[in-house]
T-cell receptor, first 116, second 113 residues
Framework: AQKVTQAQTEISVVEKEDVTLDCVYE???????LFWYKQPPSGELVFLIR??????QNEISGRYSWNFQKSTSSFNFTITASQVVDSAVYFC?????????????FGTGTKLQVIP | SQTIHQWPATLVQPVGSPLSLECTVE??????LYWYRQAAGRGLQLLFY??????ISSEVPQNLSASRPQDRQFILSSKKLLLSDSGFYLC????????????FGPGTRLTVL
């Protein structure tokens, strides 16, 4: 069975601080995909990144960076120089590698509050 | 480009009343469609998914049902709402046959009183 653990329920940081959101996953599949979504107060889930299990290269997109480590089954998300607009709930998710029905397992989310 | 719509955006319904939430996708064909529910302060629970017209799979037994009358239309229904049906309902789509990202609609916030 697949499982995604986001141990940090809520995090508060002061604006311009760096913050890392942790994500640990469990799966028996050799092919799988990991995702991060952002849910601002408006409620819509916004897709941020997808990473497949064969690509352990870290990625940077502006102030966002992701660290994927298969050895520790982790896919952590770092926001550099946080801003108030980064305040949201962030979900890590895992899906299997099948091309048919795609079951996505979501973590319980980490609520990030950036204080001005 | 593809867009996904949901309506209504918010809904307040009495216990025992019927429900119909609609989701439509534009700009793609044969999408896989999903209904999720998010209770207040909690994660996402998959309710239904559909890989084609008339094909519905249920993940959680409950008093809700789903239908897909057209390729890009997905409807969530109930004959009699319960208090526990309150929550935020999200529709999502992904491309058929691709191990690809699920993209979410804006959601419907349902309050059952």
């Amino acid at each position: 069975a697949q499982k995604v653990t986001q141990a940090q329920t809520e995090i508060s940081v002061v604006e311009k601080e760096d913050v890392t959101l942790d994500c640990v996953y469990e799966t028996r599949d050799t092919t799988y995909y990991l995702f991060w979504y952002k849910q601002p107060p408006s409620g819509e889930l916004v897709f941020l990144i997808r990473r497949n299990s064969f690509d352990e290269q870290n990625e940077i997109s502006g102030r966002y960076s992701w660290n994927f480590q298969k050895s520790t089954s982790s896919f952590n998300f770092t926001i550099t120089a946080s801003q108030v607009v980064d305040s949201a709930v962030y979900f890590c998710a895992l899906s299997d590698g099948s091309g048919g029905y795609q079951k996505v397992t979501f973590g319980t989310g980490t609520k990030l509050q950036v204080i001005p | 480009s593809q867009t996904i719509h949901q309506w209504p955006a918010t809904l307040v319904q009495p216990v025992g009343s019927p429900l119909s939430l609609e989701c439509t996708v534009e700009g793609t064909s044969n999408p896989n469609l999903y209904w999720y529910r998010q209770a207040a302060g909690r994660g996402l629970q998959l309710l239904f998914y559909s890989v084609g017209i008339g094909q519905i799979s249920s993940e959680v037994p409950q008093n809700l049902s789903a239908s897909r009358p057209q390729d890009r239309q997905f409807i969530l229904s109930s004959k009699k709402l319960l208090l526990s049906d309150s929550g935020f309902y999200l529709c999502a789509w992904r491309r058929e046959f691709y191990t690809d990202t699920q993209y979410f609609g804006p959601g419907t916030r349902l309050t059952v009183l």
